[in-house]
């Protein structure tokens, strides 16, 4: 079993639901026009799924429900721009990407089942931890701008600690990962194993 990649989405979700809708300053009608297509394709990507079965089908209909929250996540950070929707576009990319990730490790069983799962929900904390540090930052910097040099010094305070937040959620969630495969051992080995994670970890 190759191990997901924890500091990057191990699924990208295709973005083909959002072809034509980055355009800015689009018009309602321009809008609404794509927020049918996304629909459409939403409709027939569902259809695709029909034939497959047991698990197969599980994850194909996980890409589809995935690709139809990114497209209208894309959609609405188009036709409304801000720093909140281009991180609900992060956040809907990273949802939908664990969310085919977890069907995947139905295919697995035991312990590699368990770490499997361990590694999704990481990685989704990791993509999220990310685009919630990037939005508060961001934020900061707007705000820095506005106004002054003593606005400039909170602001950076405030961009280190969304910093420091991201990086204690994905380390607790590659901890969690790291706990999960030392269920492989037994007696001693484990406990060692767990020593090592939490040395590791700091915990």
């Not at 770490?115 to 999220?128: F, G, N």
């Amino acid at each position: 079993m190759k191990k997901l990649n924890i500091n990057v989405i191990a699924l990208a979700v295709s973005l083909a639901f959002s072809t034509g809708v980055m355009a800015q300053g689009m018009s309602k009608k321009d809008y609404k026009a794509d927020k049918e297509k996304i629909a459409a394709e939403y409709k027939s990507a569902k259809e695709g799924c029909v034939s497959l079965s047991g698990n197969a089908k599980d994850i194909c209909v996980a890409e589809a429900n995935g690709k139809e929250k990114v497209a209208i996540a894309e959609l609405d950070a188009s036709y409304k721009p801000s720093l909140k929707a281009r991180y609900e576009v992060r956040v809907a990319k990273a949802e939908a990407d664990y969310a085919v990730a977890n069907e995947r490790c139905d295919d697995l069983a035991g312990n590699a089942k368990d770490v499997c799962v361990k590694e999704a929900k990481a990685a989704q904390t990791t993509a999220k931890a990310d685009a919630k540090a990037q939005m508060k930052t961001s934020d900061a910097n707007v705000t820095a701008n506005e106004k002054s040099a003593e606005a400039h010094s909170k602001a950076d305070t405030r961009a280190t600690e969304a910093r420091k937040d991201a990086t204690a959620d994905k380390s607790d969630a590659e901890y969690a990962v790291a706990k999960e495969k030392c269920d492989i051992f037994a007696g001693t080995a484990k406990d060692n194993c767990l020593n090592q994670a939490k040395t590791h970890f700091g915990k």
